[in-house]
């Protein structure tokens, strides 16, 4: 019997243990993990990784996380970041897309598409492990946008961002422009 309770002691532990390392969470007011990561554009390849230190304090940076280029929803969803860019921009922000693909893939897709963003590459997930975007199942990231503000702190999080319903998009662009307020 003392056997018993010992061995269920050490699973109930085990078990709040595990619990405890994957119940990390990223709220509004965090600040934002940072990074570095190769990236591409329309017009190029980056050959040295974008800091995205270098631009928080200047703009506000929208993360957009999607799953994979040239697929039916991830198209969608940048060429609206695309057809509303202007408008972004006006609002001070800087957009950023993220996905696993490579930067060769990017820079095709951005060119076919005339994206005119920045597209980051994070092969290994580890950025969105880090901004909890990725999802271990599929091996892809989730589609997720976060907004970051000029002192660096996450200011708006979308975690089902659906690139299907204006609403997500007019939601993203709400949260930019109340931090002008």
């Not at 570095?36 to 928080?56: C, E, H």
């Not at 001070?92 to 994206?115: M, N, P, R, T």
């Not at 907004?147 to 609403?167: C, F, H, L, W």
């Amino acid at each position: 019997m003392k056997q018993l309770s010992l061995f269920l002691a050490f699973f109930t532990l085990l078990g709040c243990t595990a619990h405890s390392q994957n119940s990390v969470s990223l709220n509004t007011g965090d600040p934002a993990p940072l990074f570095s990561l190769p990236y591409a554009t329309k017009d190029t390849i980056g050959r040295a990784p974008l800091n995205i230190s270098d631009y928080i304090g200047k703009n506000a940076v929208v993360l957009a996380f999607y799953p994979a280029d040239w697929s039916g929803g991830c198209t969608k969803e940048m060429c609206t970041m695309r057809d509303n860019f202007a408008d972004l921009a006006k609002l001070h922000a800087s957009v950023f897309g993220i996905s696993g693909d490579y930067i060769f893939s990017h820079h095709e897709w951005a060119k076919y598409h005339q994206l005119p963003f920045t597209l980051l590459s994070d092969h290994s997930h580890e950025v969105a492990k880090k901004y909890l975007s990725y999802n271990e199942t599929s091996g892809y990231n989730q589609r997720t946008v976060y907004v970051i503000d000029t002192s660096g702190k996450i200011a708006y999080i979308d975690r089902k961002y659906n690139p299907q319903d204006e609403k997500s998009f007019n939601e993203l662009q709400g949260a930019i422009s109340r931090l002008k307020q």
